[in-house]
């Protein structure tokens, strides 16, 4: 049994070679910060060029694989990660495992990732410069039309997909098999239910990702024409192909976020969550209804009209389990003992801004306003709320809320506060304007614009230069706690919070739960 | 439920594979076939049928009269010059008609070619069968030297009655790359 | 610099501005905030249909907004208050299903029947071709009795106004050489294709936005009630210039229409007729020079320099031969960004042109290249 208790090893060693999911926890957050730094520098990029009209700082080309650079690696490379790694943090502490079900594999699936991304930032020196084609890579201009980056643009996204789903089967062993006695799948936390949802969305979607890209890689090599008219193939299936995977995709982005709003109100509120159970069926209706939408993402391409009014009608009924979950934030708040430190700040930002997104994702969903919304400023808008103020937001909150119990120091609030209101105004400074200049006809991925978008589109440069500065003092203060935070030792840290996961040690031992603890049958162990 | 390992672990592991293969191979053997079927179904994208349509004798409806428009589009770097010879016919639903696309290779060396067919309103596409088309096939054409390509198509009757013209498209594209085979063999 | 800190002073009124828009937004007013109800019977339902929608959803987050506010305010740990333990209500979980639900129906309603007007298949009066070209628009009209008019639109804003040493016009970057014409409460039928990648054809003003596919065609309609210019942009990634590619169409009465279409059709004889002449070197520098500067600048440059094409001041295609110089620009090189600019250019466009770039930007070469030989290498001789 000795052996079990020893810490970690020693230098570089310790990370290459680790198996133990806090370590590796640690590094997708570390490395998904790194990639949210360099995503947010080419934003810079876009948003110094698009501040006034005229090109002034960069060429069209570039622009075009600055914002495709910036979808890929803000999705694929910061997003995405960062809920593998808190998944990988929380999930065996929450459910009272002593690791995920496979070590080994969890160690690969992170040491993956740093090559793929090191292999799409290169595409940026490569001749004919890096992938330009959106994040979308809309056939025929990512096949045909590509710069030869494409093929290590495709190298990369199987990398990557292969990580991702290495990474959601050992999430889907690891809750399937490792509670601990007592622990039934409705007393999980919320946040190992989106885990788990999110897991097996993954695990359905990311290889009809490989899918489409191999079908690229092989019109580009092998002569194949799936989405060619000449050889008898359509652009517009690539479309179809990469909407499947993109939808879901979404949720599976913004479905953790739901997780961890749901841990951090009622810990704040004083109060357990409102409806566990219908959190859950909503959580998964979700998730049902995201296979069978794809294609309101493509309403301009011509589709019957039989098919157009089935997307739109899917689409719309997203609406009501995403209703469920607000209303059920809100009154769990209801007559709660409420406070508002810098995790809760974050949360009620989320909860703002993420309604709001719904509301333009409603309207979006609408086909015929749509043909005026489609591929125009609105459209940005509304996926920077939902992406940005929902899941960069609630990741934020994620980390203020459980660093003090994976390091043993407290933050500091004053600083987090500061964080989150320079946040909040720049990030509403930055995208707000955007619905307005999308409704007055701005097309997206333009590197130039005409003069009556000029105001608004000044403003939101300037907005995001502040929230793109508000980044940095987030690292600032995260580094300053885990040098040098006020110590904390009570075992909750916050005093509202409930899960298993607070019932360990401050800060958190290297090894949890070797003894699985019991979960009595009258234990509300989600909070 | 089925159990392919005796270690829980193991077993969650290896249907979750299976999952995921199996999603990799949806992706090539179920939604690829899935969607040609669906777009000939539904005319999605003006699709036609890549055969010819063996035709069922029918009366001809002489007291309905559809105007089909032909329209000839050359893809990015194709050369020939392509144009259809009437770009206007008026024709009866059940009757055969025959019109050609004239083509002129300008350049000097053997090209090949294909033309792809596209209807609008999509919903008319199945309503519109070709019983002869040269889209059916790859043309080869000799360096400037010209050829007649011939179309030769039906109405059917049961048009819907609110479709009262009918584009047909073609956009041709040079395919010489891939068909050396093709100017070998003849 | 003038410039920004006039810009910042605006920004300074920022929230005022912001309240002024949603002042603006609930007016209804057609601004640069806000939806345009545009020039069609379709573009109003879509706009109607888009107010409603949107003060629907004001509605409902005002409603759950105050609850959220209301119990940040009064539901305060700072208050003293002890917190409620209630959850799970099946009457309010069932409530908040179905209401929002009943919401979605009466949205969906509203919805269906514009979306059905948008899909109507009546006889349309004109069909026009719009076929996306990168970085460009090309209309046909279809004449079912003689030939068809095309042309092609491109961009005329100047790079000087792009590059900023020239100060920006009105229409910076949404103005064409040459507009689409169509007339007034005329039902037009636009069968949309695309010649190389994706674009997609939007003007707000129309309310049309319909994706160009190479190899396929789309089709939508439209009809204008009001006579105008209204602009609109390619919303569809299509490469480097797809910010560059902007469409306009001049609204016009039907007699205005006739008497332009005729002009076209008379130009296009003409052509025909310039086609049997010869010009000077001055006629084709000129004519040649204007040629280029739609159709050549955007990939070498202002001054034959080069960029993402080859530099053509002191090429060797440009500085060599005839022949080939002609082969190049007519057929394109296959694999490459250089485009068959044959069926793009007529004739006498296509001799000014390669006269200008042998004898533009230092080249000098002294060689006329007329008509005629642009004619006779098509023909292959």
């Known amino acids: 049994m000795g052996d079990h208790h020893h810490g970690p090893a020693k230098g570089i060693g310790r990370w290459l070679f680790t198996t133990n999911h806090k370590d590796i926890g640690t590094m997708y957050l570390w490395f998904s910060f790194a990639m949210f730094l360099l995503g947010g ?43 593998v790694g808190l998944a990988n943090w929380l999930i065996p502490m929450m459910i009272g495992a002593p690791d995920m079900a496979l070590p080994r594999m969890n160690n690969w699936s992170f040491w993956i990732l740093p090559p793929a991304f090191l292999l799409l930032a290169s595409t940026l020196f490569m001749e004919g410069g890096a992938p330009a084609f959106g994040w979308t890579f809309y056939a025929p201009l990512s096949t045909t039309y590509a710069p030869p980056s494409v093929t290590f643009f495709i190298f990369s996204i199987h990398v990557l997909g292969l990580s991702s789903i290495m990474g959601s089967i050992n999430i889907i062993a690891t809750v399937m098999n490792m509670r601990a006695p007592g622990m039934t799948y409705m007393k999980m936390p919320l946040f190992v239910w989106t885990c788990l949802i999110t897991a097996f969305l ?109 997307f739109m009608y899917a689409t719309m009924l997203i609406a009501v389990p995403t209703g469920v979950k607000v209303f059920n934030w ?61 899941a960069v937001f609630s990741m934020t909150a994620a980390i203020y809320f459980w660093l ?124 | 439920m089925l159990r392919i390992s005796d270690n829980p672990t193991l077993d969650t592991v ?55 428009q032909f329209i000839a589009t050359n893809n990015e770097g194709m050369p020939w010059e392509f144009a259809p010879r009437r770009s206007v016919m008026r024709v009866h639903p059940g009757a055969v008609n025959e019109t050609v696309y004239l083509a002129r290779n300008p350049l000097p060396d053997a090209m090949v070619a294909q033309a792809i067919p596209s209807v609008s309103p999509a919903r008319a596409a199945s309503y519109l069968h070709k019983t002869e088309c040269f889209c059916f096939n790859r043309q080869p054409l000799e360096g400037h030297s010209s050829a007649e390509l011939p179309l030769q198509f039906i109405v059917d009757q049961d048009l819907p009655q609110d479709i009262k013209t009918i584009t047909l498209a073609y956009t041709i594209f040079d395919v010489t790359e891939t068909s050396g085979g093709a100017v070998a063999a003849r | 610099m003038v410039f920004i800190a006039k810009q910042l002073c605006k920004l300074a009124l920022g929230p005022v501005l912001l309240l002024m828009s949603v002042i603006a937004v609930a007016a209804g007013d057609e601004s640069s905030i806000n939806m345009s109800p545009g020039v069609t019977e379709v573009g109003r339902q879509i706009y109607n249909l888009h107010m409603i929608i949107l003060w629907i959803c004001v509605v409902i987050g005002i409603v759950v907004f ?15 208050v002890t917190p409620a333990t209630f959850h799970e209500s099946t009457k309010v979980e069932i409530a908040w299903t179905v209401v929002p639900f009943v919401i979605l129906v009466v949205m969906a309603v509203p919805a269906t029947t514009t979306l059905l007007d948008i899909y109507d298949n009546d006889e349309a009066d004109l069909d026009v071709i719009v076929t996306g070209y990168q970085w460009k628009w090309k209309y046909e009209y279809i004449n079912d009795e003689g030939e068809n008019v095309s042309f092609f639109s ?119 007729d310039l086609m049997a002449q010869t010009f000077s070197l001055d006629d084709l520098m000129e004519r040649g ?88 290498h098509k023909k292959g001789q």
């Open chain 1, 330 to 390: 809100i009154t769990t708040m209801w007559r709660g003992a409420l406070s508002f430190e810098t995790p809760m700040l974050f949360c009620l930002g989320f909860l703002v801004l993420f309604t709001l997104g719904g509301f333009t994702g409603l309207m979006l969903s609408i086909a015929p306003a749509d043909f005026q919304y489609h591929d125009s400023y609105f459209v940005v808008a509304h996926f920077h709320y939902v992406m940005v103020a929902g």
């Open chain 3, 154 to 272: 491109n961009l005329r804003t100047p790079q000087s106004e792009i590059y900023n040493t020239a100060k920006k016009g009105k229409n910076y970057l949404l103005e064409v050489d040459e507009p689409l014409v169509l007339p007034v409460d005329t039902k037009v039928r636009f069968l949309i294709t695309a010649n190389d990648v994706l674009h997609s054809w939007w003007v707000p003003q129309l309310a049309v936005k319909r994706d160009a596919i190479p190899g396929f065609i789309n089709e939508v309609t439209t009809r204008t009630s009001i006579e105008g210019t209204y602009r609109g942009q390619c919303a569809e990634l299509c490469g480097k210039s797809h910010g560059f590619m902007p469409i306009v169409v001049n609204v016009v009465s039907q007699e205005e229409y006739t008497e332009w279409l005729g002009e076209k059709q008379a130009e296009a004889t003409e052509i025909k």
């Open chain 2, 14 to 68: 290896a249907k979750l594979v299976t999952v995921a293969v199996a999603m990799f191979a949806f992706v090539f053997v179920v939604m690829v076939p899935l969607y040609d079927v669906l777009c000939d179904a539904l005319g999605i994208n003006g699709k036609t049928a890549g055969q010819a349509y063996t035709s069922v004798p029918v009366m001809v409806d002489e007291s309905r009269e559809v105007k089909i």
């Open chain 3, 66 to 80: 105050s609850v959220m506010f209301y119990s940040i305010i009064y539901h305060r740990k700072s208050r003293g």
């Open chain 1, 41 to 83: 520098f080419f934003a810079m990029v876009i948003r110094a060029e698009l501040f006034q009209p005229g090109m002034q700082l960069v060429e069209p080309a570039f622009f075009n694989q600055m914002t495709t650079l910036h979808g890929l690696i803000m999705v694929f490379g910061a997003i995405m990660p960062s809920f």
């Open chain 1, 404 to 527: 003090p119990k994976w390091c043993g120091r407290m933050y500091n609030e004053a600083m987090g506060k500061t964080h989150f209101w320079i946040s909040f105004i720049g990030f509403n400074l930055t995208f707000f304007p955007q619905h307005f200049v999308g409704l007055a006809g701005m097309p997206r991925r333009i590197p130039d614009y005409a003069l009556q978008f000029a105001d608004f589109n000044m403003m939101s440069s300037i907005g995001a230069f502040i929230y793109g500065a508000s980044q940095l003092l987030f690292l600032y203060n995260v580094i300053a706690t885990i040098v040098a935070g006020e110590p904390v030792s009570d075992e909750k840290v916050w005093d509202g919070a409930e899960g298993l996961e607070w019932t360990v040690p401050t800060p958190a031992p290297y090894h949890t739960f070797e003894e699985p603890p019991r979960v009595g049958p009258g234990v509300h162990a989600h909070g």
């Open chain 1, 202 to 310: 993954l695990v359905a979607v990311m290889p009809v990702l490989a899918g489409a890209v191999t079908m690229m890689l092989m019109d580009i090599h092998f002569g194949t024409s799936f989405f060619s008219a000449a050889g008898g193939g359509d652009p517009v299936l690539f479309q179809h192909i990469f909407w499947f995977f993109g939808h879901p995709e979404v949720y599976i982005i913004i479905l953790p976020a739901f997780g961890v709003v749901s841990q951090i109100i009622p810990a704040f509120s004083r109060k357990p969550l409102f409806g566990y159970d219908s959190m859950v069926y909503a959580t998964s209706s979700i998730a049902f209804l995201s296979f069978i939408v794809w294609a309101h993402h493509m309403y301009t391409v011509g589709m019957p009209i039989a098919g157009e009014l089935f």
């Open chain 3, 289 to 376: 020079k204007a040629v280029y500067d739609s159709n050549c600048l955007a990939c070498h440059g202002a001054n034959g320099e080069g960029g993402l094409g080859n530099a053509i001041a002191g090429s060797p295609i440009a500085t060599g031969p005839v022949g080939p110089h002609l082969e190049v620009s007519i057929n394109g090189v296959p694999g490459t960004a250089m485009q068959a600019f044959g069926e793009q250019l007529n004739d006498v466009d296509m001799a000014a042109v390669v006269t200008y770039q042998r004898n533009g930007f230092g080249n000098n070469m002294g060689d006329l290249v007329q008509p005629i030989d642009v004619y006779n």
